[in-house]
Nanobody, 117 residues
Framework: QVQLVESGGGLVQAGGSLRLSCAASGSIFTINAMGWYRQAPGKEREFLAGISSGGSTNYRDSVKGRFTIFRDNAKNTVYLQMNSLKPEDTAVYYC???????????WGQGTQVTVSS
């Protein structure tokens, strides 16, 4: 099994930045891709960004240019750098991991991001 622990959420003003971290442990040899999702109140969980073990990335159109996903393989950690945050970015952000991009079968507990206007 893979355990994922997110950190870095919090309250930020519109236009500000946050960096989320997700540390993986356990059966990390099964992980070839990691990603970030978010879920706002009353909305479905949505994909934001993913990164393969080789470094290929994939982004949701609405966050391209504002969010950057990157990973430190030595630390088994994936990050989400979020810039130019907007109130509509307010949500619980989840880290995910899996054997291939877009097939994520392990999830973190989530971290709250609140962007005030």
């Amino acid at each position: 099994q893979v355990q994922l622990v997110e950190s870095g959420g919090g309250l930020v003003q519109a236009g500000g930045s946050l960096r989320l971290s997700c540390a993986a442990s356990g059966s990390i040899f099964t992980i070839n891709a990691m990603g970030w999702y978010r879920q706002a109140p009353g909305k479905e969980r949505e994909f934001l960004a993913g990164i393969s073990s080789g470094g290929s990335t994939n982004y949701r159109d609405s966050v391209k240019g504002r969010f950057t996903i990157f990973r430190d393989n030595a630390k088994n950690t994936v990050y989400l750098q979020m810039n130019s945050l907007k109130p509509e970015d307010t949500a619980v952000y989840y880290c995910a991991a899996g054997p291939v991009m877009m097939y994520f079968n392990s999830w973190g507990q989530g971290t709250q991001v609140t962007v005030s206007s």
